[in-house]
């Protein structure tokens, strides 16, 4: 039985992995922190998990953390994850962390776009953690920065057409849309029912995203070229999902059809990658609560654009879900373990 | 591994049996059907399903169902379930019927609110599927009559208070809140996104809802009397839930206290009720996509009247999740057993 | 031309008054106040109003405001309200309070259920603004006491049954849901998209929700004698609306089709209440943005009880529609003026 | 005093058509015609207009109709409108169509994406009816083809740009999102509202939306040269609204504030273009049911794209309170007639 901790579990994600969890065969969870909760017990917090969690909420105490606890997912914001994560690791214990904070590979980049970065020496050795792409890597990783959810979904979408050079890399347009606990749980007037319920907004238009670093990392990684995007995030009525339409101009010709077979060959064995078949395209419906990230692939003919629809849960393929499937890769479980649960509909 | 079939699959309470049966680790579904959708696979028409059900819908033909299946789960409109039943029941399989056809002890009152019964020998063997009032009968039947979702909800929460004797019987009124999943999948105007949403309305008012007699019927047993109720349901804009306000007039005095005291009591070891703490009332946010069942109650002290507030999911609960309990009952299976997964939240 | 204020603007009914003002021929909005916003252009808070309120936001000083419009709209929250509504009745302006502070006969009612009442001489002489039980008095009003949004669907749901007297009055029951608008625009997690999506609840059950006593002293006052009722409110994952689903049982025998002619006679030429045919009941979908309330009354034969369901927009007959109403009423102009605007549907 | 007839009046668009007349002070609606509902009552059908229209849904008699009014607004779905519309034109009537059987300049064209056009010689005479770019035309028109509401989005939103010559035409792509009222009132189960709620989806994908000719026909008209675009429409959960993100690479460099400048001055005078402030977007929950277009203009600097996201009511200016606009222009009453109500908010 593997000891793991969730370390500030009082927003969305973090109640989101006690979910997973507790359906894991191989998992006990030993310690439950949270700053601004901590000596309630959880299921007062999350009424969800009533009657099936008994933990009392903790304060992040790091040392008391890693007695308890092999493995540590840090749920935090960025900045409070690397104010604790050296900790850990410095005690031996391995960490998933679902912030931004281990998510570059080069610090320059973190500060452009977050701030000074503490803790750049373990930085170098994490892992980015999306299994598609670093499966190995993150079998042997001390410590795994868990993808954002915009990242996931854009990544996922062009991986194929970038490793197979089949796009113009200039021209790639992300058009992402998210339901609204991507705006986490903090009290808000912005994220009030009233204020998002029945309307549709788009938000940091115009490269200002803080997902854009990261989504460039990897896109130009996969392509071995150095990739720069157009970034739109959008605000969907909705809890859950995100749906990124991508778009780009194909450098040869090709049918969607042929596409539709490059992409089911290669996502071939994936076990959380669904491609539709061609000429279909997913909804975040049919992902909600899974760890699925569904593809569908179309040629836009009279253009010469491919338009790649991609849609996952941002809390499970996006944080939580995703987090558990690098527990998976890390200690060898089955690596759908856990995340057998299938979407919830309607 | 009980082999089981799911007869009538194209609907919601379809889809989400087998959502839940996939992840039973006792069970493998042998055989799908679907009237209108014979012929296409499965995850065509529930793309939640995709990768994970390769089964083809079939023709609800009775005899070649029977062949593949020990268990048969009937997820037909009523009527068209009694039309099949009595062949399964024939063919030696066993058969939990989520319709209203088996629901009642008493045909007469089945054909007063629905239609002549055209099985009223079976009728008379069948279980009211409720475990929590009959677990016992429930493991030696061969034919249960699954609870409706409206019932399930009045009955577990009234049922410690008519145990006891706590209130007045003639005063009871039930004012149910129902998700749109209720309705059912057919394509009607009343149904459609832009009908819903944003709205609220009561329906059926006046004591005529086919769910009456139901409830009556059980509460009547519970409390060894005849009960008649003002029972009044209403649509809310969400896909899933039940949350029904109880209202009764007390016939001693008795504090919140003391009621939340009994019904912790009465409910203690039961897998799937929570009884909050008191003054707590339940949300059906914190029961969505579980088998719980979460109560709350309160006294009005200033009326003398007790409000009982009960939330289910109706498609688990009320439906899907309470007939796979059922089944774990009858085949001896842990009760829990493939209904672990927490509720969704957000 | 009549100069009015709308005193703190910064809620959902401020901006539902500047709404409703800017399409009413014969006013002017000549003030605007917000604690938290002032110094901002109106629009900047409530983008719906860009290009059509060039107003900013000024602070709430009462002698200026004053200075500026005839009549003012305090949109404050209780307590607030009484510390300048004095103020205003002193340098012999017109007030239309939305808040609590002027809705009650008897100060020490209020101080029971809110707080000391720091203004019991205006209290006595304010008129309670509900146009269909007092147009009268309201017409010569110098301060009108807005009724509460729950208080309005319930008493215009039960009054022809209190005047006509036929009902037991100590069998009341107002099982009422309301829009999430109703819980205002402060930033609480509760009240947050994610925690109320898709999900259904009551609250403040048992009697302690602080409309109540302003139910009970109308009820009181039509019926002629003391009442006392049941209450429970709920919370929809809607913007707006109020459904009443009110239970009684009758004094007498009396058919859905009697009691729908009583109601139909009874409000006869009132503009804004719509008695549907007997046996329908409403929906808030087919008042919403309007200033109807829609009734529809059914008698449940089985149990010998009234079931009464009444509809409004808990922030137009409910809020700032009354409250237009009202000050139509006390300049003379026609009661319906600027309330002309049919429901948004869908 | 304008006599009008809204033929097909049972859909989403006419019901907003009656609402919208309601308030106008110069128009009575002296013919209501459906097909569907010919005989009813028209508040039976749509409740919302209980107590204000009185009038019976009649069959659809062409002549008939025509004697009764002396403007038709056909809001019957392509190819029932032009079977009707020469009658109407015959007999001298002027026509507002809301079809798409008279946007087009070309038969051609609309036999590709439609049908055979069966009365080409009106389409010659047919005004394409978006006031910010036809409105001199607009007003002698015998016949105006009402624009979709797709159309309206992405046309006003690119407007300047094309006629400034800004950006490279090649690149043009844009990712609108509809709320559902836009897929009409027909049954079908995929617009059932546990279908669409909590959900996003694309769709239409990859160039085959029948918007697109009529988008990519203005915009050609606009810049002097044959435009193509990428265009793809998705479905947001939500009753009303389209937001457009449209994308395009800027043929020189021009800042934010430069391109917001020259929206800005374009727009002037336009009574409901809402050009927003330099870095604002807008949302759809900011112009519900007004007829108002709010479009916001970022660039994107790292990418020499220019990034314009404009929001409509797609019943409202896309659909009936543009066809309000185009009476108001055909017969000299003031532009904004009767569409003076603000949005909605909440």
Redesign the interface.
């Known amino acids: 039985m593997l000891n793991v901790a969730v370390v500030g579990a009082s927003g969305?994600t973090g109640?989101e992995l006690?979910?997973l969890l507790?359906?894991h065969p191989e998992v006990a969870v030993t310690c439950i922190t949270s700053e601004q909760s901590a000596g309630r017990p959880v299921a007062d917090v999350?009424?969800?998990?009533?009657?099936?969690y008994a933990q009392v909420l903790e304060n992040l105490e790091p040392v008391r953390v890693a007695e308890k606890a092999d493995l540590i997912f840090t749920a935090l914001p960025h900045k409070a994850a690397m104010e604790v994560v050296p900790t850990f690791l410095k005690l031996g214990r391995r960490v998933i962390d679902l912030s931004a904070d281990y998510r570059f590979n080069d610090a320059a980049v973190y500060e452009q776009w977050y701030e000074p970065h503490m803790n750049p020496e373990n930085l170098k050795e994490a892992v980015y953690g999306l299994p598609e792409v670093r499966r190995v890597k993150i079998g042997d990783a001390q410590l795994v920065g868990n993808p954002g959810c915009y990242p996931t979904s854009v990544i996922l979408g062009l991986m194929p057409l970038l490793k197979k050079g089949l796009i113009d890399t200039t021209?790639i347009?992300a058009?992402s849309?998210s339901?609204?606990?991507g705006a986490g749980?903090?009290?808000?007037?912005e994220?009030?029912?009233?204020?998002?319920?029945?309307?549709?907004?788009?938000?940091g238009?115009?490269?200002v995203h803080r997902h854009i670093p990261e989504i460039e990392q990897e896109l130009s990684f996969l392509a071995g070229e150095r990739i720069?995007?157009?970034f739109?995030p959008?605000l969907?009525?909705?809890?859950?999902?995100i749906?990124s339409?991508i778009?780009a101009r194909l450098s040869g010709s090709a049918t969607?059809a042929d596409l539709a077979k490059i992409y089911v060959d290669f996502y071939d064995g994936e076990p959380f990658v669904?491609v539709?078949s061609a000429?279909s395209?997913?909804?975040?419906?049919?992902?909600?609560?899974?760890n699925?990230c569904?593809i569908?692939i179309?040629?836009?003919?009279?253009?010469g654009?491919v338009?790649v629809?991609s849609?996952i849960d941002n809390l499970v393929k996006g944080a939580a879900g995703q987090a558990v499937q690098n527990m998976n890769i890390m200690y060898g479980f089955p690596e759908a373990l856990g995340l057998?649960?299938?979407?919830?509909?309607?």
Request: net charge positive; hydrophobic share 35%.
């Open positions: 969305y109640v006690l979910r507790h359906c999350f009424p969800t998990l009533r009657g099936r021209t347009i058009d849309k339901g609204v606990s749980r903090g009290a808000k007037v994220n009030l029912y009233c204020e998002v319920n029945d309307g549709f907004k788009a938000y238009v115009g490269g720069t995007i157009t739109t959008h969907v009525p909705m809890d859950r999902g749906l339409t778009y969607t669904r539709l000429g395209v997913p909804s975040t419906s049919h992902v909600r609560g899974s699925f569904d569908g179309v040629v836009d003919c009279r253009t654009r338009v629809v849609a057998e649960g299938l979407p919830l509909f309607p």
